[in-house]
């Protein structure tokens, strides 16, 4: 019996949310009293091997194989179900990335498991998870528990703390993949950068996020978005309005059919406050509304508000920063 965390690696480099995960995991380990391990897989996974151990994991689970080099669904659901049965899992937890959620999904349902995804909340309750997750649009929480013996969560990033890293060594069991190349279905023929310009918006503890207002004049606008952004180290995010209009590709898409973020501060621009959006960034702590239009509903929800025009008021609020922030 153990608690079983898969490590997201990107570039044989930890997901910082796995951390988080794993971080949580330590608690519920100490709760049912059981190992806290760890799976890491990849084309190398010493570094973030010994790191889990220092970010609380008693044991870890180590697949290193070229095979790993790029996340493909069925490799990694291969390797993830070889570490649950080295590890006799009872509960498998993975930060609720685009990776985890996929991931986490499918081994669940290669082993006939329950799984609750996105949770915001975990915790143990007679001996078994019970898992907090938003539903409508975050307007309500429900509780899920599971009635099969293996319990598998995806845990939306943002929702612990980081755990502080100790010098603690977890020992470190290596497993083999056991697949070939011609086993697994998927290939990569290319790996595309993106842009790489600016902070990943699932892990940003400041969004930047622009909407239809600032496609009035784009150019500026979102030059203006940008500008506050680097400013602050933020990520840039966007309402379907402004992904709609050409201006930004869909992965800065913030909302229900966009990415879910959870920033300590997210600064909506030219946004009026849609129901699909906020189902995007509702659970943000503090929410920054600039807007021309005091009736705007995103004031309903903006712990401060700026009834202005965005085109005046960004080039100030920036400047201001820079001044205070160097
Ligand atoms: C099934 C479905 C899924 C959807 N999924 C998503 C989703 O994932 N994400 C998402 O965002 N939307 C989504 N939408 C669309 C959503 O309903 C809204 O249409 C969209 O969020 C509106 O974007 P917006 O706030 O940028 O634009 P608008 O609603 O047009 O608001 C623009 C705001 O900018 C303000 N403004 C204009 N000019 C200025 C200025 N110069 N200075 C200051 N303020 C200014 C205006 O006062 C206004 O409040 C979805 C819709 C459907 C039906």
């Known amino acids: 019996m153990s608690v079983l965390v898969w490590i997201e690696q990107s570039n044989n480099q930890a997901v910082p949310s796995s951390w988080e995960t794993l971080g949580k995991a330590r608690e519920l380990a100490d709760a049912l009293g059981t190992e806290l391990a760890a799976v890491v897989m990849g084309a190398e996974t010493a570094a ?55 991931l986490s999904a499918a081994v669940a349902c290669r ?38 013996d293996l319990q598998v969560a995806s845990v939306r990033p943002r ?43 699932a892990d940003a503890r400041i969004v930047v996020a622009a909407g239809r207002g600032v496609v ?22 966007a309402s379907r309005a402004a992904v709609d209009a050409g201006f930004v590709p869909y992965r800065y898409q913030v909302g229900q059919t966009g990415k879910t973020v959870r920033p300590d501060v997210y600064f909506a621009v030219g946004i009026s406050g849609a129901i699909q959006h906020m189902a995007g960034m509702s659970g943000s702590k503090v929410i920054v509304a600039i807007n021309r239009d005091a009736d705007a509903p995103i004031f309903e929800r903006a712990a401060y508000g700026v009834v202005g025009d965005l085109y005046e008021i960004l080039p100030a609020l920036t400047a201001e920063l820079k001044k205070r922030l160097g």
């Open 216 to 237: 009035e004049d784009p150019e500026k606008g979102f030059a203006l978005v940008s500008d506050l952004a680097a400013a602050m180290g933020a990520a840039v995010g």
């Open 48 to 102: 973030t091997a010994a790191a889990a151990g220092q970010y609380g994991a008693d044991v870890v689970y180590a697949i290193a194989s070229p095979l790993l080099a790029e996340y493909r669904l069925s490799a990694y659901v291969a390797g993830l179900e070889k570490a649950v049965q080295g590890a006799g899992a009872t509960v498998l937890l993975a930060s609720a990335t685009t990776r985890g959620r996929e």
């Open 111 to 148: 082993l006939d498991a329950g799984i609750a995804p996105d949770a915001t909340d975990l915790r143990i309750e007679g001996g078994k998870l019970a898992a907090v997750r938003p539903v409508y649009s975050n307007n309500l929480l429900v509780d899920i528990t599971f009635d099969g």
């Open 159 to 201: 929702s612990f703390p980081m755990p502080v890293a100790g010098d603690a060594k977890a020992a470190v069991k290596e497993l083999d993949l056991g697949l070939g190349e011609d086993d697994i279905a998927e290939k990569i023929l290319d790996v595309q950068p993106s842009d790489g310009a600016g902070v990943d918006l």
